[in-house]
Nanobody
Framework: QVQLVESGGGLVQSGGSLRLSCAAS????????MAWFRQAPGKEREIVAG????????YYADSVKGRFTISRDNAKNTAYLQMNSLKPEDTAVYFC?????????????????WGQGTQVTVSS
């Protein structure tokens, strides 16, 4: 069992930055693919970024490429999402998710554990 707790969300102006953190419990964090999803009101949950257990493979949605960076620190059992050049359309609840094994996949159905979500609001 893995418990995930997100932090770092908030209100920011367009063009600003935020850094989300996802703290995981358990000793086997390093064996989990980690990903960030987001869900805006009235929309389906979508993947934003994912990272392999070793950190050497990453995935980004086209909408965030060049602006967001996913990373992880296995020694701290924590995954991160650095979000730069934020836009109003990035406004959503952001969820951290974990998937045992490889590789990074885009479907939310393939992830085993989820955090409670953190709100990100970007004002224009």
């Amino acid at each position: 069992q893995v418990q995930l707790v997100e932090s770092g969300g908030g209100l920011v102006q367009s063009g600003g930055s935020l850094r989300l953190s996802c703290a995981a419990s358990g000793r086997t964090f390093r064996w989990y693919v980690m990903a960030w999803f987001r869900q805006a009101p009235g929309k389906e949950r979508e993947i934003v970024a994912g990272i392999s257990w070793s950190g050497d493979s990453t995935y980004y949605a086209d909408s965030v490429k060049g602006r967001f960076t996913i990373s992880r620190d296995n020694a701290k059992n924590t995954a991160y999402l650095q979000m730069n050049s934020l836009k109003p359309e990035d406004t959503a609840v952001y969820f951290c998710a974990a998937r045992l094994g490889q590789p990074v996949v885009v479907s939310s159905d393939r992830y085993d554990f989820w955090g409670q979500g953190t709100q990100v609001t970007v004002s224009s």
